[in-house]
């Protein structure tokens, strides 16, 4: 089962960013809703892989120009990766139906300015059904884990203080 993945680039710097994904409390609290967080691995300054009840993952960080790429990965834990989904057959060949004939032209006066050799690109429902990739919908762990890893990601980029307030 591939991992389902969310990156995003915060407005933060990577040693601001570190300190919060570092610590065991601070990443249990963004990523509580998978169980009993455990850090397994730490690289400094830039990934730290985590393990929980129900999944397991990492925290990637990224120095850009104006803040910091995090990439925030998860995947079923060992025990409780679901079974592959079962592949139904294709249905036996089918004659595909005639394709419908070219519109008319249209006459125009804007058909002075089009380039003479742009040629409009085949859209993907007019390709056979064996050119198309076949999409797998989602699982019910790649909605939560999505959710999760989006609320997570933005908490870290929400500022835990008011710059200039009195108090």
């Known amino acids: 089962m591939p991992d389902t993945s969310i990156s995003r680039t915060l407005v933060k710097s990577p040693p601001e960013l570190w300190s919060e994904v570092s610590d065991l409390a601070a990443l249990a609290e963004h990523l509580g809703e998978f169980g009993e967080i455990a850090i397994t691995r730490l690289e400094a300054g830039s990934t730290v892989a985590w393990e929980g009840e129900t999944a397991r993952g990492t925290v990637a960080l990224e120095p850009t120009g ?38 008319a032209p249209r006459r125009s006066w804007l058909r002075f300015w089009r380039r003479a050799d742009a040629a409009p690109a085949p859209s993907p429902a007019a390709q056979p059904p064996s050119a198309r990739a076949p999409e797998d919908p989602p699982t019910p762990f790649d909605r939560q884990a999505t959710a999760v890893l989006s609320g997570a990601l933005d908490a870290l980029g929400v500022a835990h203080h008011q710059p200039f307030s009195r108090g």
């Open 66 to 103: 104006w803040g910091t790429k995090v990439t925030l990965t998860a995947r079923p834990a060992a025990g409780d990766a679901p079974a592959e989904p079962v592949r139904v057959a294709p249905e036996p060949d089918r004659p595909e139906p005639a394709p419908a004939p070219p519109p």
